[in-house]
Every structure is written in C-alpha cells, then in structure tokens.
C-alpha cells in the first residue's frame, strides 16, 4: 500500500454563463500539485507550502477535505498534505477547488475509500467552505473529471453525495481568460457572491434556462461550438459586472473581433471568451484593451479544455 500520493488536478471556469453553481469546465492552463503522506496518528494534520496560502488546516481547502474524508473513513493516520500551488488565487480560476480535488482523490487512492463520484465531489466541495464562505460544487467537479460538469448545487441535497455528470470537450474550441491585475479582496467570491439578486423576473429565468439547456445538450453532443453560442446570462452578469472595471468594454471588445461568448469566469474577476476559431491572439488584444480603456492591466491566457487531474506519484 501507498504512503505517499501525489494529484495534479487542473484550474477551471464555473457557470459559463447562465450555468451559476451547476456549470464548470476545466482548463489546460494551471494545474496545482497536492501530496498527502501518511503520518503516524499523533502528527494530526499539517499543511506544509511554501506559497502564499494558509497553513492552518481548518482555514486551508485541502486541510478541510482531508479532515472530512479521515473522519468519514475513520482515518487514524495523521496527515501531512504538501502543496505546490501554481493556480492565481481568487480570479475566478477555481484556485481553491483545484486544491480541493487534487486532495480529495490522493486521500481516496491512499486509503482505498473507494469514493465514487458523487460522494468525491461532496467531500471536495467542503474545501470551498474557505474560500467562498459556502460550499458549491461546479469548480470542484470540473477539477476533478475534466472537461464540461454538471452539477445539483443544493448542498446536502442527497447528504455525502452530489448528483453530477460530466463529458469531454472537444479541443476545437479556445478559451481566452483575461485576468486584470487589480487587488481581490481576501474571500472575493463570498463577496461575489453577496451581489446576486434575491429576486428574479420569471421571464429571465427563462431565458437562462434555455441558454443553459443550449449549453449542456450542445456539449452532450460533443457540439461545443455551437455550446459557446448561448453563454448569455441575463441574471448574474449584470450584477457582478459592476465588480469588474471595464467589463462592458472587454466583452463587447471580445465580441467584436468574433467570439462566440464572453462572460465572468466563475465569482470573476478574470473574464473569459471563447472561440471556435483561430482568432484568439485578436481576441486577448481585444480584451486587453477593453481592460486598458478602465485603467486596468490585465494578463491573457490562452487554452484548451482540460481533460482532468492525474495522480503522477505513489510512493
Ligand atoms: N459558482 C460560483 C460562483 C463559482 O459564481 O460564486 C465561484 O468560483
């Protein structure tokens, strides 16, 4: 049996539009890196990095998940969880769910807890807890299948399982993730996530659905794109836009020069497009521009559908 695991498990986008809480799709742009070695039981659990996260594992993701899966399991060994973070943390890039995950399958592998799906996505979405003030599941998900998820984004709906799914994304598509250099407060998406509106038109909430419908249905049928034709969200976009200087400017700049879509990746700020062409380098100029326009430098990352984590160690 192993003593020591290692899980690369990728960045992703939540929503993709009108998808809020339910829609993820990870990224081949950043992939964090999280080894959990067995320790005798008296270490208890101890978060080792030498990145700018929290070293306490009750502030720390991938300290909550490994907390929940050893009580779960009934996991006596103590826990040294060592992190190599490389995902930007609190741009909208699912930084906190790609350590989530990348943590929830290396204890699943390391204590053969035989965990499926539904109960792994549960357990990584408890990571969310530190970042977000709530759980929700879409980036954990996307981190760890790959490629396009669904998800139910009622918490405990089904207690330790989450009702997901998720297929492969065709690599025709590009997406283009603008991410402004401007100060996020310390739990941003708790802070996103306190501008959504509490009410809302019933004929708007039909025009998501339908968009949303588009979205999964398309990427079901491996369409992904016509799928990034009907990322229009009409209910939280014009919310959270106001949080994003530049925004209006960045999308329309995106549009302009031939995107399919453009919206908030996942609580923002990072904006993303999409393209089914080869248009991209255009597109990151547009945007940057519409981010210069607001006084606002931003870095362009260009990429491709991630086709999910890896274990890459066992020792
Ligand atoms: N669905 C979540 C939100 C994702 O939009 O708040 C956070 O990255």
């Known amino acids: 049996m192993a003593k020591s695991v290692t899980v690369r498990a990728p960045c992703s986008t939540a929503n993709l539009g009108p998808g809020f809480d339910v829609f993820g799709m990870a990224l081949d742009a950043f992939y964090d890196e999280v080894t959990v070695t067995k320790k005798p039981k008296s270490f208890g659990i101890k978060i080792v990095s030498s990145d700018d996260i929290p070293l306490d594992p009750k502030k720390n993701t991938a300290g909550l998940v490994a907390a929940a899966i050893k009580k779960d399991s009934g996991i006596e060994n103590g826990l040294e969880i060592k992190i190599k973070k490389n995902v930007p943390a609190g741009y909208g890039m699912g930084s906190s769910a790609a350590s989530a995950a990348a943590c929830a399958i290396a204890m699943n592998e390391l204590f053969d807890a035989l965990y499926d799906d539904e109960n792994l996505t549960y357990f990584a979405g408890i990571g969310e807890r530190a970042s977000a003030g709530t759980v929700h599941y879409d980036n ?3 981190s760890l299948f790959g490629g396009f998820v669904v998800v139910d984004p009622r918490v405990n709906a089904r207690g330790k399982f989450v009702n997901v799914t998720d297929c492969e994304v065709s690599q025709d598509i590009t997406m283009i993730v ?20 509490r009410n ?14 588009y979205i999964a249905a398309c990427f079901a049928k491996g369409w992904a794109d016509i799928a990034i034709n009907h990322l229009e969200d009409i209910i939280v976009e014009p919310a959270r836009k106001k949080m994003i200087p530049g925004f209006d400017k960045v999308k329309k700049n995106a549009m302009k020069v031939g995107a399919n879509g453009c919206t908030i990746s996942g609580a923002g700020p990072s904006v993303i497009a999409f393209t089914e062409g080869d248009n991209f380098t255009e597109i990151g100029e547009a945007m940057k521009k519409g981010f210069k326009s607001a006084k606002v430098d931003c870095e362009i990352i260009i990429c491709k559908p991630s086709k999910g984590p890896k274990i890459i160690k066992r020792k």
């Open 200 to 213: 809302v038109k019933f004929s708007d909430a039909s025009i998501n659905l339908a968009n949303a419908a």
């Open 140 to 142: 954990v998900a996307a």
């Open 178 to 197: 603008a991410v402004p250099k401007i100060k996020v407060p310390k739990q941003k998406t708790k802070a996103s996530r306190g501008v959504i509106p």
